[in-house]
């Protein structure tokens, strides 16, 4: 009877030791998804509020992941968080893709005849208790107003 205590609480203290290194390296591992290798040109410099603006986006993706969200914001200073979308999903390997985002940016005079930046998030989920954003920044272009603001 004590043997198999000593034995099982052998295999509990293994046990602990081997879940707190799979957690501590769930929790630290520097995942490498993906990554922007040259500034994002942008296509349409002046977009109008509710057209979209086009640019050219380099970028190497290194793990075939399919990311479970994306976030898309205009930035100037003040964050203007652009409606939701399906997330991209690219493939593995360098390249270069051309893409388009739909400005749509609330109806407010100090909103416009600015120069911004679009900032594209995509949200992976690399293990059960990790998830890792991947940021791509444009270069900046100016929004102005509809014809009818």
């Known amino acids: 009877m004590k043997k198999s205590f000593y034995i099982l609480s052998w295999i509990a203290i293994f046990f602990a030791i081997g879940l707190t290194v799979l957690i501590t390296f769930w929790l630290t591992y520097p995942y490498k998804i993906a990554e922007q290798t040259a500034p994002t040109k942008i296509l349409t410099p002046v977009v109008r509020n509710g057209?979209?603006?086009?640019?050219?986006?380099?970028?190497?993706?290194?793990?075939?992941?399919t990311p479970i969200?994306?976030?898309?914001?205009?930035?100037?200073?003040?964050?203007?968080?652009?409606?939701?979308?399906?997330?991209m999903v690219l493939d593995t390997g360098c390249r270069t893709l051309i893409a388009s985002t739909p400005i749509i940016l609330p109806e407010c005079a100090e909103c416009f005849h600015k120069e911004v930046y679009l900032q594209l998030t995509a949200i992976y989920q690399v293990n059960p208790l990790r998830?890792?954003?991947?940021?791509?920044?444009?270069?900046k272009f100016t929004i102005i107003p509809r014809d009818n603001d």
């Open 69 to 87: 969200a994306s976030r898309r914001q205009i930035v100037d200073g003040l964050i203007y968080r652009l409606p939701e979308a399906a997330p």
């Open 51 to 65: 057209e979209s603006v086009r640019y050219e986006l380099a970028f190497c993706k290194y793990r075939d992941i």
């Open 131 to 139: 998830r890792v954003e991947v940021t791509f920044t444009t270069e």
